[in-house]
């Protein structure tokens, strides 16, 4: 059974860094695609990048986020800088257990597999 286990949120001041880490089971990150969503309060989950054969991104952390794979370990880590208070929220690692990221990958109806989220939370 596929499993996915986030870790390494925290509260981060303004313009700092964190770095998440999806540790997936039952599910070779060498062959699958994994995703990272977020979830604030009151807002729908968004996608906010995917890794499969191709990296995407989301506009509103381009540039500032960026995915990194261990083969060896199969974790599947967000790196995060330069955070902004906007960035406060539950954040979860996804699969639908396929090679690429799906067309519309930041639709959460694409995804079957979930982790139990993180929270990071941004704040002075």
């Known amino acids: 059974q596929v499993q996915l286990v986030e870790s390494g949120g925290g509260l981060v001041q303004p313009g700092g860094s964190l770095r998440l880490a999806c540790v997936a089971s039952?599910?070779?990150?060498?062959?699958?695609?994994v995703a990272w969503f977020r979830q604030a309060p009151g807002k729908e989950r968004e996608g906010v990048s995917c890794?499969?054969?191709?990296?995407y991104y989301a506009d509103s952390v381009e540039g500032r986020f960026t995915m990194r794979k261990d083969n060896y370990r199969n974790i599947l880590y967000l790196l995060m800088d330069n955070l902004e208070p906007e960035d406060t929220a539950v954040y979860f690692c996804?699969?639908?257990?396929?090679?690429?990221?799906?067309?519309?990958?930041?639709?959460?109806?694409?995804?079957?597999?979930w982790g139990q989220g993180i929270q990071v939370t941004v704040s002075s």
């Open positions: 996804a699969s639908n257990r396929a090679a690429s990221c799906p067309r519309g990958w930041q639709n959460k109806s694409q995804f079957r597999y």
């Open positions: 890794m499969g054969n191709i990296q």
């Open positions: 039952e599910l070779d990150l060498n062959w699958y695609a």
